[in-house]
């Protein structure tokens, strides 16, 4: 299963977790509204990789209040997605 959605950023944007928690996760959140007439935030797992955007303190607080949010490790040479046409 491949990401439920991709937000594309606007050429010669930076993401900061400013831009994050209002453009993405709003996005993220309206399409799980209009796919699933049940929708439940506690049910929608995010994997994130350390990106400063990420770990931004305004996404934290969000993120730890509306989903869940799965455990990555650090630097984990196994998850890098960049790798995965190799296999």
Do not use: W
Request: hydrophobic share 35%.
């Amino acid at each position: 299963m491949g990401p439920a959605i991709q937000i594309p950023v606007p050429k010669g944007r930076t993401v900061t977790g400013k831009f994050y928690k209002n453009v993405v996760l709003r996005k993220l959140k309206n399409y799980y509204k209009s796919r699933r007439p049940n929708y439940r935030t506690k049910y929608v797992r995010l994997l994130h990789d350390n990106a400063p955007a990420h770990k931004a303190r305004i996404v934290t607080d969000i993120l730890e209040s509306e989903v869940t949010v799965l455990t990555h490790p650090p630097y984990s040479p196994d998850l890098a997605p960049c790798d995965y046409f190799l296999f």
